[in-house]
């Protein structure tokens, strides 16, 4: 493994260390947010280090308290961590409402945690390609930006707001640069270096994060692959907060080369358009019509779209789903979805997902059969 | 599952309906019958539009457009009471619905998947023109109404509804209006954009019955019918304030029964009817001091859905001579709210926490039995919160009991008696104490 590739990996294996170190010695304040839709930019513009609150793989003890066991284990590692101090190097946390399990994060967060003091709710329409759905937003993302403020005690200008839009489309941009590596057949980079890049950059800061990407672009960029032809597919996932799944993927002998992740290419696919001159507005645009989460209203077109476009250019002969047990916007759009991409003629798994078990035997037999399939 | 099997669960499934006490709540069967057989929803050149639609979604509009409405999530309950859940869920399970999601939306896809039969019970839910839902109370029904649109390929209409929660971190108040709507807290003030949100998606709302319907809006009728509908809800508001009288005269075994007219019918003249007799019964009963047991020794709060197929469950506290006294999530509001002996520390952490809590107070009870089905998330999330909540607040013990709300086979009776048993005895120890009468 390069040098730059095992960073990514260090601060995915070790986030939370790595996090801490970070922040005593930079001195920068960390927010912590859930998903995809928090229009992070403005934490960003508040002299804030975003990063994603995720819950890994272990046990839930702590949590047991608050959350049964019909809640995602997403959720539930990620209030055991909170509980269990993991997440007290945070100085504010943003919480949109993606889903009723997300939305209780902030419940939970606001009324059982002593710290931060700024813990902010974020109200998200479900009906996101909708004209109505734009006042709300701009509402809300007006809101955040005045509440952060008052915290901090500090105007959060425009300009602020369009640096910040730089700074992450900067990011976005060399995010999809690396992700287009696995155009080629075979692939300049594996589907699990791929997905590490892309994870840490929820994780660490964006303007480190995005000259580590050039210093790996400059590395990878016009050699020749290492890497031998493998069959091909693309990973839909429910939260997927480390790398287990990819690995196990290519284990079984198969290159991951697109994905439908919100760690992954749904986070970073869509630009802010930055020759708006109201930054709010660009921001509020780009965070509905962005690729889509289940959870949103008339998103399976996209989510179709997406994934089969991705298939197609990346040629991958199938799709694996790895959903979360319990995860609802996921399990109700699944059956039609397979359905529709099977119809196209690619192939599809169905993996149910669980963070508080690794990934077992029996998970990694079914992606070695499915492998198999996809070579004949 | 073998037919033998089968049929035996089916026996067990009508062991365990539920036994109302009072005279007006025996008529409820027959309203339900009727308002399944309405012809002019089955008569396509009756002229009249069926919408299959959410449980707190606004019915007057559609009672002014003259929509005939049917609730996916009521005809779970009528399948869990009245028939075979397992035809429907099977189907469910077969198309790829597992079993950890919602109960009620398996046996609605089942039912669709299977070509709306016709001998399904009370002849199925008619075939809509129209599918609409709000985004209040739970997330998963967007998911579910948009596959239904997809399947039924018939226009769907999601009305949002901007769920705050409270300012800050101290424990929410909420308002008598709050608690009428499960304590679902609709925008808030320093979020008026979000207050805007919910009004425009009632206009849309609007909208969207006039285009399916083809004829405008008669906001002359839709004034008279939300006088009606507010009327009936007034009656209701009443009913709930004489239960809080010991002993209660009328508990949840009788209150879920009654809930049909008031939910699905609320602007008509038979709801009108029907509550204000139930009322003048609840009245007379709570005059003469006549209790659902002759000797009230614990009083309850049931919190969440009842399981539907097994209704009994509510009358076997009364073998104990207890009483389910009043249930939070179909509007336990009363007309009064607050108890002058003892007011909690804060209402607890969000809505529907705060309902639980404040009913207990309200409603002089002893503990709380609080369901957990475990397909349904937004309900059952602020479970154990509200178990939490009421001990360290109250000191009040409550009993999560567990199963899914229409799926028999996720009942385990002998564990679940010899729970409540035991939990019998802490409440009857707690009601000898019970501080808030003093």
Known sequence: ?376 | MSEKNKDQEIKQANRMRGKKHLKTTQEISQIVKDYYAQRDARDKSSGHKVAWCGIAVPKQPMQAMGVIAYYPEQYGTVVATRGDPFRFLRRAEEFGLTREMCGYARITTGYILEGLPEDAPLGGMPRPDMLIVTTAVCDTRVKWWELMGELLNVPVYIMEVPEMPPIGRKGATISGGDMETAGIQIGRKDAPHTTAFAGMNYAGYIKFLEEVCQKPMDHKRLIEINKSAARVSKIRREINEYRKSIPTPMGSADAFASMFPGMYMPGTPLADDFYTRLRAEVKERMEKRIGIVPEEKFRLVWSGIPFWYNMGLINYFEERNGVVVIDTAYGCAAQTSGHPHREPKKWGMNGMVASVVKAVVDYNCDGAILSYTPTCRALYVNQLETQNTLMEELGVPSLLLESDMVDPSSFNEAQTMSRIDAFIEVVEEKAKRREWLK
């Open chain 1, 1 to 376: 493994m390069n040098d730059v590739m095992s960073r990514f990996k260090e601060v995915v294996e070790n986030r939370h260390d790595w996090i801490r170190s970070y922040k005593a010695e930079s001195g920068r304040k960390i927010a912590g947010y859930f998903c995809d839709y928090l229009p992070e930019e403005v934490l960003w513009a508040g002299g804030l280090v975003p990063v994603r609150i995720t819950g890994g793989r272990g046990n839930v003890v702590a949590a047991d308290r608050y959350l049964q066991s019909n809640v995602c284990s997403f959720a539930r590692r990620c209030f055991d961590q909170a509980l269990n101090g993991v997440y007290d190097y945070l100085d504010a946390v943003a919480i949109p409402h993606t889903c009723d399990v997300i939305t209780k994060m902030y419940d939970l967060w606001a009324y059982r945690m002593p710290t931060p003091e700024f813990v902010h709710y974020f109200w998200l329409p479900h009906k996101v390609f909708t004209k109505d759905a734009v006042t709300v937003m701009l509402g809300e993302v007006k809101r955040l930006r005045s509440s952060l403020a008052s915290h901090l005690g500090a105007e959060i200008s425009d300009d602020a707001l369009k640096e910040a839009i730089a700074v992450y489309n900067r990011s976005r941009n060399l995010l999809r640069k690396v992700y287009e590596l696995r155009r080629s057949s075979p692939p300049l980079l594996s589907g699990e270096d791929a997905f590490a890049v892309s994870l840490s950059s929820v994780l660490m800061p964006k303007d480190l994060h995005s000259q580590w990407v050039e210093e790996l672009l400059k590395e990878l960029e016009g050699k020749p692959s290492p890497l031998a032809d493998r069959p091909r597919v693309a990973v839909a996932a429910s939260a997927l907060d480390d790398l287990e799944i990819m690995r196990a993927v290519e284990e079984a002998g198969a290159w991951v080369v697109a994905d439908d992740v919100c760690t992954g290419s749904r986070y970073f696919f869509d630009r802010v358009d930055e020759s708006e001159p109201d930054p709010v507005k660009s921001l509020t645009r780009r965070y509905l019509e962005k690729l889509p989460c289940p959870r949103s209203v008339d998103s399976l077109t996209p989510r179709y779209d997406h994934l089969l476009g991705q298939a197609r250019e990346y040629q991958a002969g199938g799709v694996i789903f790895y959903i979360l047990r319990c995860c609802d916007a996921h399990l109700f759009q699944y059956p039609l979805l397979k359905d529709r991409l099977e119809k196209e003629g690619l192939r599809t798994l169905y993996l149910q997902g669980d963070q508080t078990v690794g990934v077992n035997e029996q998970i990694i037999n079914r992606i070695k059969a499915f492998t198999e399939m996809l070579s004949t």
